[in-house]
């Protein structure tokens, strides 16, 4: 499965921004997708989940700013990032888990400065 994430950039510490990660491969709508990101010296974090149910989960950094959802006829996955904070600057990354595979896009960088 390959994934291809995108959407990153500069933005102003209030500021909004959607990323986008396309999946290539028939199992999309029934894999389980997350969002997570990574900064230097630290380990990656997922941070926003959503099941083949839909159903959603944040941690709680980003948990009412942060918005996941997914569009399984595009094989597109979303978070929607509002009220950016210049600690949400990270590599961003989308990740597919299917059965007890785990796939990963290559990242894309958020970086929220003034």
């Known amino acids: 499965v390959q994934l291809q994430a995108s959407g990153g950039g500069l933005v102003q510490p209030g500021g909004s921004l959607r990323l986008s990660c396309t999946g290539a491969?028939?199992?999309?709508?029934?894999?389980?997708l997350a969002w997570c990101r990574q900064t230097p010296g630290k380990q990656r974090e997922c941070i926003a989940r959503?099941?083949?149910?839909?159903?959603?989960d944040y941690v709680d950094s980003v948990k009412g700013r942060f918005t996941i959802s997914r569009d399984n006829a595009k094989n597109t996955v979303y978070p929607r990032m509002n009220d950016l904070k210049p600690e949400d600057t990270a590599v961003y990354y989308c990740?597919?888990?299917?059965?007890?595979?785990?796939?990963w896009g290559q990242g894309t960088l958020v970086t929220v400065s003034s």
């Open positions: 959503i099941n083949r149910g839909g159903d959603t």
């Open positions: 990740q597919l888990r299917f059965s007890l595979v785990i796939y």
């Open positions: 491969g028939s199992i999309f709508g029934t894999s389980d």
